[in-house]
Nanobody, 115 residues
Framework: QVQVVESGGGLVQPGGSLRLSCAAS????????MGWYRQAPGKQREMVAT???????NYADSVKGRFTVSRDNAKNTVYLQMNSLKPEDTAGYYC?????????WGQGTQVTVSS
């Protein structure tokens, strides 16, 4: 089975930065897409940023210009650099891995943006 583990969440003031990491382990010869999703209380889970094996990236409109997703293929790890954070970014952030037509999720890391 594929295991997905996130880290890097925490409490930050508006305008601050955080860097999230997600490492996938298991029998994974290759990963098609890795990405980040978030879910705030009472809201649906939404895509934040994804990155394919080709390096192609996709971002939610609300984070464009502020967040950057990258990956280390050798370590099967994806990162999310979050700058200029806003209170609206407060949510549980979840890493997702698309491999062999299946989705694998981490258990999430909390990001709270507050004064």
């Amino acid at each position: 089975q594929v295991q997905v583990v996130e880290s890097g969440g925490g409490l930050v003031q508006p305008g601050g930065s955080l860097r999230l990491s997600c490492a996938a382990s298991g029998s994974i010869p290759s990963i098609n897409v890795m990405g980040w999703y978030r879910q705030a209380p009472g809201k649906q889970r939404e895509m934040v940023a994804t990155i394919a094996s080709s390096g192609r990236t996709n971002y939610a409109d609300s984070v464009k210009g502020r967040f950057t997703v990258s990956r280390d293929n050798a370590k099967n790890t994806v990162y999310l650099q979050m700058n200029s954070l806003k209170p609206e970014d407060t949510a549980g952030y979840y890493c997702n891995v698309l491999y062999a037509s299946s989705f694998y999720w981490g258990q999430g890391t909390q990001v709270t943006v507050s004064s």
